[in-house]
């Protein structure tokens, strides 16, 4: 059964500053590793995603995967107060159904 | 636009009580996903399915049944409520490749079991 572990569980970073979230998985057949963004009271929103191994950027947001270790990453520039969220990390075997890590909870400090 | 709608937003239900909670996706979806969500445990999947008439156990499924009657309905049944099924429910829908849309998510059910 695949396990999602994220760290650290929470963070205070002041604005404009980078942001650093991760996420380990077990499943080395993994194939799709996605970041999601939940705002309080509202359903997830995808954020970025990828599938092979590397860096793929989107504005502020970047995602890094190594599955060699069983590892993949969100980095958040210039971090804004509108950043501030629950950061929740999903993995899956291509098609199959997301397993979620346990969550990251953001606090960007004006 | 996609969209994934749940009904209802609230629930309160009596303990042995029958709930039934209900998902319509209109993006054309194959996959449908049932997950409840807690504090500390973020979201855990329950049921979910492949296309319509097919259900498939995820990782918490006692005490909880799943139905898709349909492409666009996908419903969550508890047949007897108990109090630990007190939680925030979200269902989702998804494209059988993610390459071409990420799972939305609905804005949630929170259903309190007393």
């Known amino acids: 059964q695949q396990k999602v572990q994220q760290s650290p569980e929470s963070l205070i970073v002041p604005e404009g500053a980078m942001t650093s979230l991760n996420c380990t998985f077990s499943d080395s057949a993994s194939q799709y590793f996605a970041w999601y963004r939940q705002h309080s009271g509202k359903a997830p929103k995808a954020l970025m995603s990828?599938?092979?191994?590397g860096e793929k950027e989107e504005g502020r947001f970047t995602i890094h995967l190594n599955k060699a270790s069983l590892h993949f990453s969100l980095h958040i520039r210039d971090s804004q107060p509108s950043d501030s969220a629950l950061y929740l990390c999903a993995v899956s075997q291509g098609g199959r159904a997301l397993i979620f890590g346990t969550g990251t909870t953001v606090s960007v400090s004006p | 636009e996609a969209a994934v709608t749940q009904s209802p937003r609230n629930k309160v239900a009596v303990t042995g009580g029958k709930v039934t909670l209900s998902c319509n996706q209109t993006?054309?979806?194959?996959?449908m996903y049932w997950y409840r969500q807690d504090t500390g445990h973020g979201l855990r999947l329950i049921h979910y399915s492949y296309g319509a008439g097919s259900t498939e156990k995820g990782d918490i499924p006692d005490g909880y049944k799943a139905s898709r009657p349909s492409q666009e309905n996908f419903s969550l049944i508890l047949e007897l409520a108990t109090p630990s099924q007190t939680s925030v429910y979200f269902c989702?829908?998804?494209?059988?490749?993610?390459?071409?849309?990420?799972?939305?998510f609905g804005e949630g059910t929170r259903l309190s079991v007393l």
């Open positions: 990828i599938f092979s191994n």
């Open positions: 993006n054309n979806h194959n996959n």
């Open positions: 989702a829908s998804g494209a059988d490749r993610e390459d071409n849309q990420a799972p939305l």
